[in-house]
């Protein structure tokens, strides 16, 4: 109830104050679960994808321990289905409540970056989202936001089309890293590509 209240507000706000543009709604899947994978810009990004897509996708962010440290902050983003990580460590925790996510079928909202980029440019990808996406073996949406976030201009958000990463096969933890890495470079080579140049 919450998240559906949240979002109408912010729907009006977002669409209003930013002009909000669409593009690829054609390419978001009809079933879940799947795991949209965005690149970060601003603090809004998270909402401004929820009121992208329809109300029934309910998406599950994963965010920053840091914001739930506020009782009230933490209740709110609870009770919108966010769920807090550590991004100074491997959060194997935050890890095992992606795939319970997921496992009930909901969608989960990742930005593999770990961090707001300030220029708008991407940055390298932390290998969490790719592992989640491997392990799980559901599609990830490749999601672009470009903004900039100024009253009255128009911000876009480009969707692509899905795809899943193939399986992990090694023998070595190096082999292991090594292909992580790999698809973490893929997933944020899906997520360039929706961007201009300027901001690849």
């Given at each position: 109830m919450?998240?559906?209240?949240g979002r109408f507000v912010f729907s009006i706000y977002i669409k209003t104050a930013f002009r909000?543009?669409?593009?690829g709604m054609e390419n978001v899947p009809s079933r879940k679960p799947f795991i949209i994978c965005s690149?970060?810009?601003?603090?809004?990004?998270?909402?401004?994808?929820?009121?992208?897509?329809?109300?029934?996708?309910?998406?599950?962010?994963?965010?920053?321990?840091?914001?739930?440290?506020?009782?009230?902050?933490?209740?709110?983003?609870?009770?919108?289905?966010?769920?807090?990580?550590?991004?100074?460590?491997?959060?194997?925790?935050?890890i095992k409540w992606s795939y319970q996510v997921l496992k009930e079928g909901h969608v989960l909202?990742?930005?593999p970056e770990g961090s707001r980029s300030n220029?708008?440019?991407?940055?390298?990808?932390?290998?969490?989202?790719?592992?989640?996406?491997?392990?799980?073996?559901?599609?990830?949406?490749?999601?672009?936001?470009?903004?900039?976030?100024?009253?009255?201009?128009?911000?876009?958000?480009?969707i692509g089309k899905p795809f899943v990463l193939p399986p992990l096969v090694y023998e070595h933890r190096e082999d292991k890293k090594a292909q992580l890495d790999e698809m973490s470079r893929q997933i944020m080579e899906q997520i360039a590509c929706l961007l201009p140049e300027r901001l690849q």
């Open positions: 919450l998240y559906k209240f909000l543009r669409i593009s690149n970060h810009i601003r603090w809004i990004d998270p909402v401004t994808i929820g009121v992208a897509l329809p109300a029934r996708y309910d998406i599950k962010f994963m965010a920053k321990k840091e914001l739930f440290k506020n009782p009230v902050l933490d209740y709110l983003f609870r009770k919108v289905g966010a769920f807090p990580v550590n991004r100074n460590e491997a959060d194997f925790g935050a909202g990742l930005f220029s708008g440019k991407l940055q390298k990808a932390f290998n969490g989202a790719a592992l989640i996406a491997v392990r799980s073996g559901v599609p990830i949406l490749p999601v672009a936001v470009e903004g900039p976030y100024r009253f009255l201009k128009p911000l876009t958000l480009h």
